[in-house]
Each structure stands twice: as structure tokens, then as C-alpha cells.
């Protein structure tokens, strides 16, 4: 039987229960059955329980244009692109939307665009995302490129980047718009004191805007000395 | 029976080999006349001539192991004839042949007897257990059946402990040499369950090369003459040992190692930001012939360089490890694209890599992936691709892919994809695991649905007390379990140390000193260093080729007849059900509507099945064997595997190891019966981990029962093994615990 997801109704449960239970012999030589012990044992919990989403990132720290001479692919979205402008952004949100997490993990949207994660931030706090060039349609009808700052950044839905598409991220719009969410820019919180707005990086490559990365992630995150050290052993 | 049974014996060592080489099939599809041809290539072999260990093989009597011996393991091919039953394992086969085919030529003055004295003490009956594999420092056992033997009882032999010798050394050389120092006298014990000595290893050390086990023939000295002759047993007369002397497979190896931090392998077909590589080796690769390679793929959010533990490791045992960037953040696609070239960009750069210090020393034609979460899902995805043949190197193929090791594998991608078809397969996965946690509200978080879709031969080692990040250094603490059982990730480590160890070595290396680890109950064998309190729940599946399944229940869904099609009886056992082993719900809460309650081994769209029941008094399942299935000598093994179920009042009742007895009854009503409880431990009860619902207790946590036939035959004293008419599972009263509810999974014999 196909799992449900806990957030299904209790109702579809309980029906899908009987239906199941229907089609199985169950003996009626039935033991008689003694309840569970009151006490369970202690627990813990170590990994934060996952949050709920749609959720907007807590605070925009920095927002660093760049440009590249050699394109790369962007394989954080099903219909890949390639890349030769888009932003690096600093960014803080709470703990469990960052820690580095296998089954469900919550996709980081920055307006209709994928954001990259370039580190993991769960100590810090800090996480710095790559955001290829995107372009949206304004109220006037006009397509523009989007601009982070006038973005919503969201953590949207859990799910596998690889097989996000276009279709997938409206509908997580969407839900932000239910839930309310602003654009960045419309928080006043939400860009921390000495938010610097760099001017565009050229650069030749993303090799190259690795080594930036790398600055910035020792300098924002530098506890995550592997991945500093990742960063930097490219060549 | 005719060698065209599907059920023929198999055999093993040179002869088996040979025929393989010559017809790429084994004994068992053969035609009489092929196995003729082959005999008597066998007997032109360069140096079989020369094979002369003792009059094993000379059936009529006549002086010397000729033709008419062997016309006479033909006659009795598939029978249990003791004439032709060289190794007296109750069935003429493969194993005689190879018997009689090393004393081939004229009968030396000697004829010592075959027979299996190495062994473990049980506390019950069958009282010794003939296993293989002994741990450096611990008791290795020592038993002469006193049924068998009775000519022995009472009078003194010297218990001899010889470095192996393949059955032409022993030809060459039958002065007994004790790797000791000198022999070990013996009073022969009068009963069974006195039979079981220890033998004194003081100051043998083990371990041979880059194996880490030392095979030992094991020779009882009947007449105490410093020779192998006449009246003398030998354990280990072929050229596989009597048994093993095993170092401490968590421990480094024999090879001090040496390391590339960070290599780039600048790969097109790779991601910018995913083409590192960190690179284990032993520092003496100069000098070793090419070496197997083993590929680490991390998991989302880890680093190719927190696996240090792991890499070092089996460096240390003598194989090139190399740890790569996985592109796993975007998801499974991406992590085997990674997988897949980073393996064909490494065997493409050895002249670069290191200055081309491995260039010509790996084995690119055995090769092991190791991935952990996304990164385990990915390596199965990955050897799909190739299966698929989407993928296609030129450096490497599918057939080099000798083992996938997953550790705590996510299944995004479900049953096509995420599978691991017929390749050798492991499964490391913790209890404790806080994320990949096997929780029945999805199945992307259900690991053990990877390892059942596994085909070939599989093991699973299930590590109670340990999280996700246990299996790396650097990830954040994941722990989620009771209070005080968690068990560290040094620990972990050595369990995860010691079993990718032990699987590379059986799998890869054709190493039988360490298979033995990955199924007998931990209680039983565990690697020297990890903690005597650590629980590890072990399975072992064999390929199909070494399977007779008596229920497999993938087929003949009623719980009245088998999947082999005999009738099932169920006597006293209530709750039956027999459907796939997937829990129905979203919690873990006990209900009689979900009977395979904690069951996270399957989605829908998977095939595994199994049946579960519970008892609270006396009780027995009984499988009638079909009559084509009935000679259990084809196998070295009768198994099956069993959970117990999830926070059921019996399993909460009982709150320990479920054990219960397996009884063989042959055609003429004489039964053997085995009780678990003599294989040391029983069927581990669930980790104590609560949420998702009410009550206590996570997944069903499968354990591999695996009774060796000769305990059968040792507990049964007159039982036809060739002619079992039944097979029954009994519980309660005096046959083990007095309650419980079990998943019970593949009733069959196992030939390997």
C-alpha cells in the first residue's frame, strides 16, 4: 500500500485502514491483547523537527551580482539552464530549515528561480545561495529579469530540486501568496543593518566564482571548513 | 537423482572450476556425460595424479582411487550411499568428487576420516555447532561426535592445530606440526553435551596476507603418532581450512596507508563544483598487484572528505578507495550521474593522479560502491542506469560492478529505479537514524525498500543505537532514540568498519574467513572490538542459484499452502496474514487491521512478502515438503529469516529475543530438532523508539536464522536427510518463548 504523507487527512486514513483491513484474513482464535506500557522510555530527538513551509527566509545580509565569461549548468531545477548572470546571496534563517537533511528538504525558492546551497549554515545561521538569472512577467505585462531583493525567498516544499519545474514552482508561489508572504524588500526586517549591494562580479568562470564562495563562506560560516576547503580545491 | 536436477548437489573447489571453465555452467545444469568429460579433464590436471591423501576415494577397496571409484560416485550421484559419501555430509556430490579426485593413484598405508571438529559449544542440542570462523583471543571449540565416534570414548588422542594444507600438501606431508608448539591431549567426552572442548590458541596469531583470517586444518590424532594416518580425523582434508583465526576486522590491516587530500578531476561530464576526489591507497602500492577499487558517495549536505574512517580503513586492508563530491542537493539523478563518471574519470586519470602512483594498480574489473543516503539511493540508481545500459563508459561496465554497500539509502525514486538488481548487495543502517528514519508515513525515508528489492545475494546489518551521521564524521546529530542507547559514532564505526570489510572480502575476494560475520547472530560472532553490549541484527540472503525455497510467500497467497506448493498447517498461531510487507499506515500504533504493523519494506509497487502471526501458547507452523524438495542434503543450511512485529502486546510482553525450535521430520516420522536459543541469541525485539503513534517500538528489524544441516544430522542421530517430509516451526511451552508475534520471511535451504 502507498504511504501517506502525515498531513493527509485522518479521514482518508480510516477508510483506507478498513478498506485494507477487508481483504485480509485475520484469525479469530485472537490473543487476548494487553495494552502498551503507559511510560514509554525517554527519548531524544537530536535532527530539529521539520518546519512547516511556506516560509520566508529570516534576513538578506548581502546580494552580490555576478557575471560569467564561461557558462555552467544550473541542475537545481528539471528544465536545466545555463548560467552566465545571476546573484550570490547571504541569507540567515532558522536552524531547521537548514540543517542538511536527506528525505525532506526543503526547496529554497528566490522569486521563480532555484536557489543553489552552497553551504549548509545550521550553525551559523548563514546560508549562501547561487541564484541563476530569471525572468518574470511584472504587473505591466513586461518580462523582466528578476531582482532577489524584490523576490519572495521562500523555503517552499520538500522536495528533489532535480525534478522541480515551472509548473512546480507557480504552485509554490501560490501557496506563499495564501500564506502571505512578502517580497524581501517589502520587509523592512528582512535586510540587516550594513546590507552591502556589490556591484557585478565578472568573473571567467564558476570555478572561479567558487573561490568567491569560498571567501564568503569563511567569512560568514567558518565553521564549515570542509567546505571551504572544497571550494578552494578547485582549480 | 540425475545431475540434471535443478537440486544436484553442488560441488565445490578445483573440479567445479574446471567444469565452469569448460561448459560456463555449473554441476548442477550439466549432462552425466559433461561431468564424465570433465572428470576426466580433472584427472589429467597437471598434478592431480599426485593427489594422494589417503584411501578416501577407494570405494571398492581395491588398493588405489581409479575409475571404478569414480563409476561408483556416478552410481550413487545425488544419493546418500555412504560407500560414495567420502565426506560423510549425507549426500554423494560435488564435494566427494573433489575428495576422491585428490587421492587419486595408488592408497597410501593411511586413511584417516573426514568429519567436522572445529565448532562453538551451544547450550543445547545439538551442544557443538560447526561453524568456521573464530575471533583472535576468543574460544575456539573443539568436538568428536561421541555417536559417531564411540570407538574413541574414553581414550586419550593429541587435538592437532596445523597451518592448512591443501589436500596435496597433505599427500606431500602428513607430519602433523602444531602451529602451537606442541599438540593437545584429550580425553574423549562419553556424551554430546560434554563433547565440546576449547582449543588453547594462546600465542597463535591469525590473519594471512590481506586476508584477515589464518586457515587451520584441525586433525584429532587418534593413535597419536605425529602423522596423519589410519583412524585419524581431519577437519579441513580438502584445501579450504578446518577453520579460521580471525583478526579483529574493525582494526587497521596489514598496509600502513598514504592519501590524496583533494584531486580534481576536471571531468566535462561533471559539475564544477562536484569534481573533487580524496584518495586512499596503501603506501606500498608500488609493489602490489592491481587492487580492487572501492567509490565512497556521500550524502546531501556531508563532504567527500568525512570518510576518512572508512577510506583509511580498508586501505589499510589493501584496496584504492576513493571518496568523490556527489551532486546530491539537486537529487538521486544527479548523485549516480557522479557516481557513474567520477568512477570512469578516476580509471581514466590513474597515469595523473598521484604522478600516476596507481597507474596500472587498480583492478578496474572489481569494483565496489559505497553510498550513503541520497548517496546510497544513488549508487542503486546508478547501477539501474547501467542495467538500462543509459549509461555507458568506456573504462568500466556492469559486470566490473561487483558490490553495492548502502548505507541508510533513501528511495526517491521507487521500485524501477532505485534498484539494485542481481549485483551483490549490502545494507548499513542505524536504528537511530533521525532523518532516513524508516517511518511508516513515507516511504522515501524506507531504507530496507532498497534492500529488498536486491535479487542477488544481499545482507543487511541493522545497528541498533546508531543515527544517520554515525556513518560519517561531521554530521549533525541526528540521534533519535531512547535515552542512553545510543552508541557513538566510534562505534558505529567499527561496525560499519568491520562489515564492508567482511562483505568486500567475501563478495570480492571469494574470502571465506570473513562470511560468517555477516550472518550469525551477534551474540554468536561479532568483530573483537565492538562492545559485547552493541546489538546488531544481521541478514543474509543468498543468490537464487543457492536457494530452495520451501516459502518464499511470493506466491500461493494462502497462509494454508506454500509458495513451493505443500500445505501449511497452522496449529494454535493466531492473526495469520500473508501479504507484502509494507505497514498500511502512517504509525507505528499496534492494530489488527495492519498486520504487518512496523513492516517499512516495501511500497506498493514492490513484491516482497512474508507471513506473520502470533502465539501466546503452545503453538506450530508446519510446511509439508514437497516430494521433488525433499532431499535437504542439497544444502549446507536450513534458514529463514524473522522480525518480531511492532509494538504488539506479546512483543511488548515479552520485551526480549524471540526463540522458538525448527524441527525436521523425515518421511519415516523421525524428527531433529533445533531450538534458535543454540545459535546464541534469537529474534532481536524492535529498537525501543517511540513516535508516530502510541507504544513502543520502530521497524520490523528482519534477523537471518541460519542452522547448519549438520546440526540436523548431530540432533536427529537416525534422520533421513535425503527424505524430510516436513518442516515445522514450533513455539511455546518447552520449545522457546511463550509468547510473541513474528514476520516470518524465506523457509529454505540454503546450498551456500
Known amino acids: 500500500m502507498q504511504k501517506m504523507r502525515s498531513d493527509m487527512k485522518t479521514t482518508a486514513t480510516a477508510i483506507l485502514i478498513s478498506l485494507v483491513a477487508s481483504i485480509f484474513f485475520v484469525s479469530t482464535a485472537e490473543a487476548q491483547e494487553v495494552p502498551p506500557p503507559a511510560k514509554p522510555p525517554m527519548q531524544e530527538e537530536g535532527m530539529p523537527a521539520m518546519p512547516v513551509t511556506p516560509a520566508s527566509v529570516t534576513a538578506v545580509v548581502e546580494v552580490i551580482p555576478f557575471k560569467l565569461e564561461k557558462p555552467y549548468e544550473h541542475n537545481m531545477r528539471k528544465d536545466r539552464v545555463q548560467v552566465t548572470r545571476g546573484h550570490v546571496v547571504v541569507l540567515r534563517a532558522p536552524k531547521p530549515y537548514l540543517v542538511?537533511?536527506?528525505?525532506?528538504?526543503?526547496?529554497?525558492?528566490?522569486?521563480?528561480?532555484?536557489?543553489?546551497r552552497i553551504n549548509?549554515?545550521?550553525?551559523?545561521?548563514?546560508?549562501?545561495?547561487?541564484?541563476?538569472?530569471?525572468?518574470?512577467?511584472?504587473?505591466?505585462?513586461?518580462?523582466?529579469?528578476?531582482?532577489?531583493?524584490?523576490?519572495?525567498?521562500?523555503?517552499?516544499?520538500?522536495?528533489?530540486?532535480?525534478?522541480?519545474?515551472?509548473?512546480?514552482?507557480?504552485?509554490?508561489?501560490?501557496?506563499?501568496?495564501?500564506?502571505?508572504?512578502?517580497?524581501?524588500?517589502?520587509?523592512?526586517?528582512?535586510?540587516?543593518?550594513?546590507?552591502?549591494?556589490?556591484?557585478?562580479l565578472a568573473l571567467v568562470d564558476r570555478d572561479a566564482l567558487s573561490r568567491v564562495l569560498a571567501d564568503l563562506v569563511e567569512r560568514y560560516s567558518p565553521n564549515e571548513t570542509d567546505r571551504i576547503a572544497a571550494l578552494r580545491a578547485i582549480d | 537423482m540425475a545431475l540434471t536436477d535443478p537440486d544436484c548437489a553442488p560441488s565445490?573447489?578445483?573440479?567445479?572450476?574446471?567444469?565452469?571453465?569448460?561448459?560456463?555452467?555449473?554441476?548442477?545444469?550439466?549432462?552425466?556425460?559433461?561431468?564424465?568429460?570433465?572428470?576426466?579433464?580433472?584427472?589429467?590436471?597437471?598434478?592431480?595424479?599426485?593427489?594422494?591423501?589417503?584411501?578416501?576415494?577407494?570405494?571398492?577397496?581395491?588398493?588405489?582411487?581409479?575409475?571404478?571409484?569414480?563409476?561408483?560416485?556416478?552410481?550413487?550421484w545425488g544419493t546418500n550411499d555412504p560407500a560414495a559419501d567420502l565426506n560423510s555430509s549425507g549426500a554423494v556430490d560435488g564435494e566427494d568428487l573433489?575428495?576422491?579426485?585428490?587421492?587419486?593413484?595408488?592408497?597410501?598405508?593411511?586413511?584417516?576420516?573426514?568429519?567436522?571438529?572445529?565448532?562453538?559449544?551451544?547450550?543445547?542440542?545439538?551442544?557443538?555447532?560447526?561453524?568456521?570462523?573464530?575471533?583472535?583471543?576468543?574460544?575456539?571449540?573443539?568436538?568428536?561426535?561421541?555417536?559417531?565416534?564411540?570407538?574413541?570414548?574414553?581414550?586419550?588422542?593429541?587435538?592437532?592445530?596445523?597451518?592448512?594444507?591443501?589436500?596435496?600438501?597433505?599427500?606431500?606431508?602428513?607430519?602433523?606440526?602444531?602451529?602451537?608448539?606442541?599438540?593437545?591431549?584429550?580425553?574423549?567426552?562419553?556424551?554430546?553435551?560434554?563433547?565440546?572442548?576449547?582449543?588453547?590458541?594462546?600465542?597463535?596469531?591469525?590473519?594471512?596476507?590481506d586476508s584477515p583470517g589464518r586457515g587451520f586444518d584441525l586433525v584429532v590424532d587418534a593413535d597419536r603418532d605425529g602423522t596423519?594416518?589410519?583412524?585419524?580425523?581431519?577437519?579441513?582434508?580438502?584445501?579450504e581450512p578446518g577453520f579460521w583465526y580471525v583478526?579483529?576486522?574493525?582494526?587497521?590491516?596489514?598496509?600502513?596507508?598514504?592519501?590524496?587530500?583533494?584531486?580534481?578531476?576536471?571531468?566535462?561530464?561533471?559539475?564544477?563544483?562536484?569534481?573533487?576526489?580524496?584518495?586512499?591507497?596503501?603506501?606500498?602500492?608500488?609493489?602490489?598487484?592491481?587492487?580492487?577499487?572501492?567509490?565512497?558517495?556521500?550524502?546531501?549536505?556531508?563532504?567527500?572528505?568525512?570518510?576518512?574512517?572508512?577510506?583509511?580503513?580498508?586501505?589499510?586492508?589493501?584496496?584504492?578507495?576513493?571518496?568523490?563530491?556527489?551532486?546530491?542537493?539537486?537529487?538521486?539523478?544527479?548523485?549516480?550521474?557522479?557516481?557513474?563518471?567520477?568512477?570512469?574519470?578516476?580509471?581514466?586519470?590513474?597515469?595523473?593522479?598521484?604522478?600516476?602512483?596507481?597507474?596500472?594498480?587498480?583492478?578496474?574489473?572489481?569494483?565496489v560502491w559505497i553510498g550513503h543516503s541520497r548517496g546510497g539511493e544513488g549508487i542503486a540508481r546508478g547501477y539501474d542506469r547501467l542495467f538500462d545500459a543509459t549509461f555507458t563508459s568506456p573504462n568500466y561496465q556492469i559486470a566490473d560492478i561487483r558490490l553495492l554497500i548502502a548505507i541508510a539509502p533513501t528511495d526517491f525514486l521507487g521500485t524501477t529505479s532505485a534498484n539494485p538488481h542481481s549485483v551483490p548487495f549490502m545494507l548499513l543502517y542505524g536504528s537511530a537514524d533521525g532523518d532516513v528514519c524508516g517511518c511508516p508515513d513515507s516511504d522515501i525515508g524506507d531504507s530496507f525498500n532498497v534492500f529488498e528489492r536486491a535479487t542477488g545475494l544481499r545482507q543487511s546489518t541493522y545497528v541498533y543505537g546508531a543515527d544517520h551521521n554515525d556513518f560519517n564524521c561531521c554530521g549533525i546529530n541526528d540521534f533519535a532514540g531512547p535515552i542512553g542507547t545510543a552508541i557513538g559514532n566510534t562505534e558505529a564505526q567499527d561496525v560499519a568498519k568491520a562489515a564492508s570489510l567482511a562483505m568486500i572480502r567475501t563478495v570480492v575476494e571469494g574470502d571465506r574467513s570473513t562470511e560468517e560475520y555477516l550472518w550469525r547472530q551477534y551474540e554468536s560472532l561479532k568483530p573483537i572490538s565492538v562492545a559485547s553490549t552493541t546489538t546488531v541484527v544481521n541478514e543474509w540472503k543468498p543468490a537464487p542459484a543457492n536457494i530452495v525455497a520451501i516459502d518464499d510467500f511470493q506466491t500461493n497467497g494462502a497462509t494454508t499452502t506454500s509458495s513451493s506448493g505443500g500445505s501449511v498447517t497452522l496449529s494454535g498461531v493466531a492473526s495469520t496474514a500473508e501479504s507484502a510487507q509494507n505497514d498500511l499506515?502512517?504509525?507505528?500504533?499496534?492494530?489488527?487491521?495492519?498486520?504487518?504493523?512496523?513492516?517499512?519494506?516495501?511500497?506498493?509497487?514492490?513484491?516482497?512478502?512474508?507471513?506473520?502471526?502470533?502465539?501466546?501458547?503452545?503453538?506450530?507452523v508446519a510446511w509439508t515438503v514437497p516430494p521433488a524438495l525433499r532431499d535437504f542434503t542439497v544444502g549446507k543450511f536450513v534458514s529463514l529469516r524473522a522480525a518480531q512485529g511492532t509494538r504488539h502486546p506479546n512483543t511488548i510482553a515479552l520485551l526480549g529475543d524471540v526463540t522458538f525450535t525448527v524441527v525436521l521430520i523425515d518421511e519415516l516420522g523421525v524428527e531433529s530438532a533445533i531450538?534458535?536459543?543454540?545459535?546464541?541469541?534469537?529474534?532481536?525485539?524492535?529498537?525501543?523508539?517511540?513516535?508516530?503513534?502510541?507504544?513502543?517500538?520502530?521497524?520490523?528489524?528482519?534477523?537471518?536464522?541460519?542452522?547448519?544441516?549438520?546440526?540436523?544430522?548431530?540432533?536427529?542421530?537416525?534422520?533421513?536427510?535425503?527424505?524430510?517430509?516436513?518442516?515445522v516451526i514450533r513455539f511455546g511451552g518447552s520449545n522457546g518463548s511463550a509468547q510473541g508475534r513474528l514476520v516470518i520471511d524465506d523457509v529454505q535451504i540454503e546450498r551456500e
Open chain 1, 100 to 116: 542538511a537533511r536527506q528525505v525532506a528538504e526543503p526547496v529554497l525558492l528566490v522569486g521563480a528561480q532555484t536557489a543553489e
Open chain 2, 675 to 727: 531450538p534458535i536459543a543454540a545459535l546464541s541469541g534469537g529474534i532481536e525485539e524492535p529498537y525501543q523508539r517511540t513516535g508516530y503513534g502510541t507504544g513502543t517500538g520502530w521497524q520490523n528489524a528482519m534477523e537471518a536464522i541460519r542452522i547448519p544441516m549438520g546440526a540436523f544430522r548431530a540432533a536427529g542421530n537416525s534422520i533421513d536427510l535425503t527424505r524430510i517430509a516436513s518442516l
Open chain 1, 120 to 200: 549548509v549554515g545550521d550553525v551559523s545561521g548563514v546560508l549562501l545561495v547561487v541564484v541563476p538569472e530569471w525572468s518574470e512577467r511584472g504587473a505591466d505585462g513586461v518580462l523582466r529579469a528578476g531582482e532577489p531583493l524584490s523576490a519572495r525567498m521562500i523555503f517552499a516544499t520538500p522536495e528533489l530540486p532535480e525534478r522541480v519545474d515551472a509548473a512546480w514552482i507557480s504552485r509554490e508561489l501560490t501557496k506563499a501568496d495564501a500564506a502571505n508572504i512578502p517580497p524581501s524588500i517589502g520587509r523592512t526586517s528582512a535586510v540587516v543593518p550594513g546590507f552591502t549591494a556589490s556591484r557585478a
Open chain 2, 228 to 239: 596423519l594416518s589410519a583412524g585419524d580425523i581431519i577437519d579441513g582434508a580438502g584445501n
Open chain 2, 585 to 620: 499506515n502512517t504509525v507505528f500504533t499496534w492494530a489488527t487491521t495492519d498486520p504487518f504493523n512496523g513492516a517499512t519494506r516495501a511500497r506498493t509497487s514492490d513484491a516482497t512478502r512474508a507471513s506473520v502471526f502470533n502465539w501466546s501458547a503452545a503453538s506450530l
Open chain 2, 12 to 76: 565445490g573447489a578445483r573440479s567445479e572450476h574446471l567444469f565452469r571453465e569448460i561448459h560456463g555452467s555449473s554441476w548442477c545444469s550439466a549432462s552425466a556425460h559433461q561431468v564424465a568429460v570433465v572428470l576426466m579433464a580433472c584427472i589429467a590436471f597437471p598434478g592431480a595424479s599426485a593427489l594422494a591423501g589417503g584411501c578416501m576415494g577407494d570405494i571398492d577397496g581395491s588398493g588405489d582411487v581409479a575409475g571404478s571409484d569414480l563409476a561408483a560416485i556416478l552410481g550413487g
Open chain 2, 98 to 209: 573433489a575428495v576422491l579426485l585428490s587421492a587419486w593413484g595408488p592408497c597410501p598405508a593411511v586413511a584417516p576420516i573426514v568429519a567436522e571438529v572445529a565448532c562453538v559449544a551451544a547450550a543445547t542440542a545439538p551442544w557443538a555447532l560447526h561453524f568456521n570462523s573464530f575471533n583472535l583471543g576468543g574460544t575456539v571449540g573443539a568436538a568428536i561426535d561421541p555417536v559417531r565416534f564411540s570407538d574413541l570414548v574414553g581414550t586419550t588422542v593429541d587435538l592437532v592445530v596445523v597451518d592448512n594444507r591443501s589436500a596435496a600438501e597433505w599427500a606431500a606431508n602428513p607430519a602433523l606440526t602444531d602451529v602451537r608448539g606442541a599438540s593437545q591431549a584429550l580425553v574423549v567426552p562419553a556424551t554430546p553435551a560434554a563433547s565440546v572442548v576449547s582449543l588453547l590458541m594462546a600465542g597463535v596469531t591469525a590473519g594471512s596476507g
Open chain 2, 247 to 367: 583478526k579483529d576486522l574493525a582494526a587497521a590491516g596489514p598496509y600502513a596507508t598514504t592519501s590524496i587530500a583533494s584531486y580534481d578531476v576536471n571531468d566535462a561530464d561533471i559539475a564544477d563544483t562536484m569534481e573533487l576526489e580524496r584518495i586512499y591507497y596503501p603506501a606500498s602500492i608500488a609493489a602490489l598487484a592491481p587492487r580492487p577499487l572501492v567509490v565512497i558517495s556521500h550524502g546531501n549536505g556531508h563532504n567527500y572528505a568525512w570518510y576518512d574512517y572508512l577510506g583509511t580503513h580498508l586501505a589499510s586492508w589493501g584496496y584504492i578507495v576513493m571518496s568523490h563530491q556527489n551532486d546530491t542537493v539537486p537529487g538521486i539523478e544527479t548523485a549516480s550521474t557522479t557516481t557513474l563518471e567520477h568512477t570512469e574519470s578516476f580509471l581514466a586519470q590513474l597515469g595523473l593522479i598521484g604522478g600516476g602512483v596507481l597507474n596500472g594498480k587498480v583492478d578496474g574489473d572489481r569494483i
